[in-house]
Nanobody, 113 residues
Framework: QVQLLESGGGLAQAVGSLRLSCSAS????????VAWYRQAPGKQRDLVAT???????AYVDSVKGRFTICRDSAKNIIYLQMNNLKPKDSAVYYC???????WGQGTQVTVSS
């Protein structure tokens, strides 16, 4: 019923930028809390950023000041703007709706030095 699709990943150099998008079918994203997660090879999946239905945002310490989560309600898209990228940011990034236990298949982000 609900499907999430991430896009915008790719290869970036250190201090570069990428913008990830999370689009949805079957639901309106602004009606849910949305989270971005990431998982690097051999590592556990970590929570990166969240946005609530009231637009309250929160970030893991390692991305504060560099990443911004926001939503475009008209387009039904949640964005993760990633600036000043570091090699340690390399991972597969997933968007998810914790309340529905739903998440996408991820988009690869690779940051080179």
């Amino acid at each position: 019923q609900v499907q999430l699709l991430e896009s915008g990943g790719g290869l970036a150099q250190a201090v570069g930028s990428l913008r990830l998008s999370c689009s949805a079918s079957g639901t309106t994203l602004s009606n849910h809390g949305v989270a971005w997660y990431r998982q690097a090879p051999g590592k556990q999946r970590d929570l990166v950023a969240t946005i609530t239905t009231g637009a309250f945002v929160a970030y893991v310490d390692s991305v504060k000041g560099r990443f911004t989560i926001c939503r475009d309600s008209a387009k039904n898209i949640i964005y993760l703007q990633m600036n000043n990228l570091k090699p340690k940011d390399s991972a597969v990034y997933y968007c998810g709706l914790p309340s529905l236990e739903s998440w996408g298949q991820g988009t690869q982000v690779t940051v080179s030095s």
